[in-house]
């Protein structure tokens, strides 16, 4: 200081200069406490804020969609109405089965198209399922009656007359999310012959937010965080420029969703055969579907158990489950070949369950690595216990090791997706901006 032309009397002593270094931080400290708590809570707020506009859109859509089943039970009066849905159904999960749920009950019975390998590729890159594997994921579905494979990924007016001539088709249905190839609507020439009828996606999950999750290797989908980023995602490093590529679950999971996706399920009757075959069933795939088509035929009535989060994460580790409990138990809902389900299943079968259940047979697939002395003792015991030959060889693993094998290729197509949802989310909700928060009960509605 002296260089600088200050007098050397005026110099702070070593005790100025701590106390100085002191009132800093209190102040630092102070402010914080004041005003930095405040924005904390600012944008906590707003993130909650956020999330209960979600679910008042998801609420009014779902009350348009009822009106339209009220339009169309009565434009019915008996007759046949054929709803037609089309897609890739890549990686199939609960959020196309709702989707075939919604579209189903606009009409009597549904057709699902099933696009073509060669077309999705030529659109939008080639799929994680082929063919055969998706097919066999849509036709295990039980809200599908009919399935038509290899449909073009654009819907053509050639095409759409095509269908509607040979499948008898009333309505084309798709979701309210864009689908747009070459800066044009696939569906528009549906829109233009009054052949369209839209429905809500189900928000919280999508293919592009299930691949995110286990390229991030994380475990935050097996709960919801108290406090994520700002979009509710994870950052991820690498050459993604920090973009967001995956999410934790925000699938409001309600009793309303579960009663809708237990339509027709009943209690067996006293002279049924119950089979009883437990997993974790994540990432529900044709593999699944194959081996409970196979174990739903050695009885009358098949119960499906689902491991918690916690029991598959402690036996197969890693990130796994990819799907979280409510996720799962969904997905095995859905499947056409399962009669009932036990959510979070017990990993041991004991005698109490089996006589409870009134199991007459517990199954498990022959690939299965599981210690199955300590699991089927009791079923052993009984004498019901059956092993059965898996149809096919397909595992969660070829999934992980499909993703992987072009993992670069998936993260920029994550990226492009999430800014496209991004982008549309933001439109539907300004579309609500009337919407005051406390307004509802804070719920997500499903038709």
Sequence with gaps: MTVCGVPASIHPTPDQVVLSINMTLITLILYYHLFGRRHLDRRRKLAADLRLAAERVHELEEKLLTFRLEENEAKKDGKSVRIFMDGAFDMMHYGHMNAFRQGKALGTQ????????????ACKGPPVMN???????VEGCKFVDEVVPGC?????????????????????????????VDGKDVYESAKQRGKYQSIPRTEGVSTTDIVGRMLLMTKDHHKSSTFPNEG????????????????????????????????GVEAPEKWQ??????????????????????????????????????????HQGSNLPIMNLHERVLSVLGCKFVDDVLIDAPY?????????????????????????????????????????????????????????????????????KKKTEAE???NLYKKNANYSPGTTAGRKVEA
């Design 348 to 416: 041991t079968i004991t005698p109490e369950m089996i006589a409870s259940l009134n199991i007459s047979e517990v199954v498990r697939g022959a690939a299965v690595d599981t210690d199955e002395d300590l699991r089927y003792q009791h079923a052993k015991a009984a004498g019901i216990y059956h092993k059965v030959e898996s149809p096919t060889d397909f595992s969660i693993k070829d999934i992980f090791d499909r993703i992987t094998a072009n993992q670069q290729r998936f993260e920029k197509k994550i990226a492009k």
């Design 152 to 180: 073009p990924y654009v819907m053509t007016a050639e095409y759409l007359d095509y269908v509607i001539k040979n499948y008898d088709i009333d309505y084309v249905v798709h979701g309210d999310d864009p689908c747009i």
């Design 273 to 314: 055969k119950v089979i009883y075959m437990d997993g974790s069933w994540d990432m529900f795939h044709a593999g699944h579907i194959s081996i409970l088509k196979k174990a739903k035929e050695r009885g009358d009535y098949l119960i499906a158990g689902v491991h918690s989060d916690a029991i598959v994460n402690q």
């Design 131 to 137: 063919d055969q594997e998706r097919l066999t994921a």
């Design 424 to 426: 549309y989310y933001e």
């Design 110 to 121: 549904l057709v699902v198209g099933i696009n073509s390998d060669a077309s999705i590729k």
């Design 232 to 263: 509710g995602g994870f950052q991820v490093s690498g050459d993604t420029d920090g973009e967001i590529l995956g999410n934790y679950s925000k699938f409001l999971t309600t009793s309303r969703m579960l009663r809708l996706f237990s339509v």
